[in-house]
């Protein structure tokens, strides 16, 4: 098999699923093929962190494996359902330590919050308030389950808005509408912390 073969969408949507059903072989071929996608991931994330923030790419990826080997028998439907977990496991890796280092300084510092205006996705123009926007986004999960996901795939996966469409399989149409939604909805919630604040 060739290598442009072995790295199609289809050739590790295949090995996802084998893997899925218990296949260890397939791991260990789907490893190396989505390593560098899943550093890109890792690396999207931490690009706005703040200086001193303590994990590093290869940190981050190899927490998110650890909680992605814990979805062995999931039903990996596709690459893209694949890397939208890896992105949504991401994040809850960066908010956890966010929580810590939060608890470490007790208050000391502005937390910096995010702003979410931009033609092409949201912007990480500042360094985020990662417990605001968790907060704001698990409120969202509770209100409209897939506007949340949008906002984790575009937001912090860093997928365009096809690629988005295939992960959450709806249109590309249904996925910008619900971006529209979730962003101006997340402004607001986002607006009303700084205001308190």
Avoid at 59 to 80: F, G
């Amino acid at each position: 098999m060739t290598a442009e073969l072995m790295t199609s969408p289809h050739h590790v949507s295949q090995l996802l699923i084998e893997w899925g059903n218990g296949n260890e072989q397939a791991l260990e071929q789907l490893a190396p093929l989505v390593d560098g996608e899943l550093r890109r991931l890792a690396q999207h994330y931490l690009r706005k962190s703040p200086p001193d923030f303590l994990l590093q790419t290869t940190a981050l990826v190899n927490e998110a494996w650890l909680k992605l080997i814990d979805w062995q028998n999931s039903s990996w439907q596709n690459r893209a359902h694949f890397f939208g977990m890896a992105a949504t496991l991401m994040r809850q890796v960066l908010v956890d330590e966010a929580r810590h280092r939060q608890y470490q300084k007790r208050g000391q510092g502005k937390a910096l919050h995010v702003s979410l205006s931009e033609a092409d996705g949201i912007a990480w123009n500042e360094r985020p308030d990662l417990l605001a926007l968790d907060d704001a986004l698990n409120t969202l999960a509770e209100l409209d389950g897939r506007k949340c996901r949008v906002v984790e795939l575009r937001f912090f996966a860093g997928l365009n808005v096809d690629e988005t469409a295939e992960a959450l399989r709806v249109s590309p149409r249904t996925v910008a509408r619900d971006w529209d939604f979730a962003q101006a909805w997340l402004y607001r919630e986002l607006r009303k912390g700084t205001s308190h604040a």
